[in-house]
């Protein structure tokens, strides 16, 4: 197949769906090769800020958001034994945004809505149970091979860009570096609609809580709670993931529910990485092909969706005829900069200063944190950073 004007896209996550509609809607060919035969169903992110919201809003998305998800005006850091907490506000910042919250919603959601508008708007754009193994590219065109039914085919376009995710096959072929570590401990998060709002004083929508049984994280999306904790250092994977396990730890925090409904469980590990460069030649990397974070503070989603956006923006623009070469180097110095500079670096924090161990070091941690929510100026720029306001406005000022 050649399709010389073409944009190929690997993987059909929140990042690929919305990259195709994107440049669906202005006019351009676009073909999705997404591997498995179906949409996935698993939840994985929840958290939207609100520069994704407002972003996806110009493409009708958040409206449909918004009524699949809770928004979470306040979070908080918290000691389960004693219920000393701080409260951070989206208040304080609701002249910076029309979102002042964290949009708490499955990823599935995303994925759902942007696939259905897709197929409404250019059918057979999405491919299923294709997947992309190689990718070859000259001056004037780029070639991907893709297997389906068992056997390769290959289609050209202009452009290919590589959304296939943290194990991005074309980033593999491509032998573009991906550098950084995987974090010592493995995440685990549980699903469960038990109502932990009805049972635990003073419950947010989104809770990092610090305890004598290890620190772990609760967000409400609309009809569950999901709870993130990190198994101890020398766990077997088959335990930590056993019924026995999760009731016991569901347990600890909250034994009213026992024994609780599990609706999702998941172990995945965490890691720190980048990419060596987001464009080469007639290929974009983008979202988690790109760049890896830890999932403290829930950027990782949100950081793959501002690369969508700034990445077809810029290929609308080629398509009408701008310097290519120097708008997709431009997309990498933006984005790869929000992504180490910013997204990486709070994540890190988020990571560590929830991850601390010793008592004294986490009432330090308590204490600069109350600090800072007690200081308005300081507040305010502590939720600009986690609400990746300053991130997507820094990266967009790059020139
Ligand atoms: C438990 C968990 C919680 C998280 N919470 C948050 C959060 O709250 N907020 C946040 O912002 N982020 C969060 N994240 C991170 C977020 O899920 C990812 O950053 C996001 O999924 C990246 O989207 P993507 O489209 O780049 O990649 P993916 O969602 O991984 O999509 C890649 C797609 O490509 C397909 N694919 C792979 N290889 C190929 C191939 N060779 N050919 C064709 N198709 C292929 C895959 O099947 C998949 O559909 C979380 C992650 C996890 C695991």
């Not at 294709?130 to 085919?153: C, L």
């Not at 772990?216 to 088959?238: A, I, K, L, Q, Y």
């Not at 109350?370 to 986690?386: C, E, P, S, V």
């Amino acid at each position: 197949m050649a399709n010389v004007g073409r944009v190929i896209i690997a993987g059909a996550g929140p990042v690929g769906l919305v990259s195709a509609l994107r440049l669906v809607r202005a006019g351009i060919a676009v073909t999705v090769f997404e591997k498995a035969e179906a949409l996935h169903s698993e939840p994985r992110a929840s958290t939207f800020h609100s520069p994704t919201l407002e972003l996806l809003d110009t493409l009708g998305l958040t409206s449909k958001l918004l009524e699949l998800g809770r928004p979470a005006p306040q979070w908080q850091y918290k000691i389960y034994e004693t219920g000393e907490s701080v409260i951070f506000d989206f208040g304080l910042i609701a002249d910076e945004t029309r979102y002042p919250y964290r949009l708490q919603c499955e990823q599935f959601n995303l994925v759902r809505v942007a696939a259905a508008a897709l197929e409404r708007e250019a059918p057979g754009t999405l491919i299923f149970g294709a997947e992309v193994t190689d990718v070859v590219q000259n001056h004037d065109s780029v070639t991907a091979t893709f297997i389906r039914d068992g056997k390769p085919e290959t289609m050209s376009g202009a452009w290919l860009i590589a959304a296939d995710g943290a194990a991005s096959a074309v980033r593999t072929k491509l032998d573009i570096p991906f550098t950084g570590e995987t974090y010592p401990a493995v995440s685990f998060t549980v699903g469960t609609p038990f109502a932990f709002h009805e049972h635990l004083p003073g419950l947010l929508g989104v809770n990092y809580y610090w305890s004598d049984f290890g620190p772990f994280s609760m967000f409400r999306t609309r009809f569950m709670w999901r709870v993130g904790w990190s198994p101890p250092p020398d766990s077997v994977d088959e335990d930590t993931l056993s019924e026995e396990t999760i009731q016991s730890k569901l347990g600890k925090i909250c034994p009213a529910g026992s024994p609780f409904q599990v609706m999702t469980a998941r172990l995945y590990r965490v890691h720190r990485r980048v990419a060596e460069t987001f464009n080469l030649g007639r290929v974009l990397l983008a979202g988690d092909a790109a760049h890896l974070n830890s999932p403290a503070g829930g950027f990782g989603m949100n950081g793959g969706l501002h690369d969508a956006f700034n990445l077809t923006t810029k290929l609308i623009a080629i398509h009408n005829s701008a310097d290519a070469g120097a708008l997709l180097d431009h997309y990498t110095r933006q984005r790869r900069s929000a992504a180490v500079d910013d997204i990486q670096s709070t994540s890190d924090a988020n990571y560590r200063r929830h991850r601390e161990k010793d008592p004294a070091k986490r009432r330090e941690v308590l204490a600069d944190l109350q600090a800072i929510a007690a200081d308005r100026d300081r507040h305010r720029a502590f939720l600009m950073d986690n609400a990746l306001i300053n991130s997507f406005r820094r990266s967009e000022a790059i020139a």
